[in-house]
């Protein structure tokens, strides 16, 4: 039989021993915790724009509202974007009430970097609601190099790639950033894109862009928000493509855009 002197031995013990696993396990939790935190992000980026231009088509030619949420864990990012119409615009891709969202994108992606390269793998949901449009779905793999001009090309399911180039340039306060993209479609994409028959890969669209980011203070810097002025300019080359769409009897909307916008974003 144990005496009161060997209980508490063992009650001291025992309370010892919980103390230390609890320490152990606080600061195993405290290490994963802090682990993750620096392994874990999210950015809220919110655009405003003259009009909504989606690879060369004029899709709302009215300014929208385009916001966008995402959360990052190491290389992989889950995300959400809307495209908001804000004025009534049922002729051109517009729900006939502002503000309502005609376009809702669900998005994954896994980034890899090593040295000056960089591979992605994503796909994206499209959702189109109050429009009567069926949801369409896309996998695309991209690879883009980490040197002068920056650039990328990017391979989508439904259409043969997107080139770009783009380099930014610190002026002042300012950073530029120039860029450069290519569109390229295949016969398939082309003809569900925009009804007309091609006979081989051609060039789709183009876009050239400059992205102006604006300085908020040291404060705002620190918390990571950063405020973006965009400028684009996207046509349709002059090439048989653009010409049998404007043939058609109702031809999607092939015109040259200016389009340009503001955007503030916070990453956390």
Excluded at 31 to 37: A, E, V, Y
Excluded at 57 to 68: I, K, L
Excluded at 80 to 108: K, R
Excluded at 218 to 234: I, Q
Aim: with cysteine; proline share 5%; hydrophobic share 40%.
């Amino acid at each position: 039989m144990w005496n009161r002197r060997t209980k508490s031995g063992l009650f001291l013990i025992t309370l010892m021993s919980i103390f230390l696993t609890t320490m152990a396990s606080n600061r195993v939790s405290a290490q994963l915790l802090s682990k993750i935190h620096e392994d874990l992000s999210a950015s809220v980026t919110l655009d405003t724009n003259t009009n909504y231009i989606f690879r060369g088509v004029t899709v709302v030619d009215d300014p929208v509202f385009q916001p966008d949420v995402s959360i990052t864990f190491k290389d992989l990012t889950l995300g959400i974007w809307w495209n908001v119409c804000l004025s009534e615009a049922i002729d051109q891709g517009g729900v006939g009430t502002a503000p309502a969202a005609n376009e809702i994108d669900y998005y994954i992606d896994y980034t890899y970097e090593y040295k000056i390269i960089s591979a992605s793998l994503g796909w994206i949901y499209y959702e189109f609601p109050h429009t009567g449009l069926p949801d369409t779905q896309e996998v695309y793999f991209g690879l883009g190099l980490n040197f002068p001009l920056n650039p990328s090309v990017t391979m989508y399911w439904d259409i043969d790639g997107l080139f770009s180039v783009s380099q930014d340039i610190d002026i002042a306060s300012l950073t530029l950033t120039p860029s450069l993209g290519l569109g390229l479609s295949n016969p398939e994409h082309s003809s569900y894109y925009a009804g007309v028959d091609m006979d081989s890969t051609h060039v789709m669209d183009m876009n050239l862009g400059l992205n102006v980011g604006v300085p908020l203070g040291r404060f705002m810097e620190k918390v990571g928000a950063t405020m973006n002025l965009h400028l684009n300019y996207s046509f349709f080359p002059g090439t048989g493509f653009r010409q049998q769409i404007e043939r058609q009897p109702k031809p999607i909307n092939t015109r040259d855009a200016f389009y340009m916008g503001l955007g503030f974003s916070l990453n956390v």
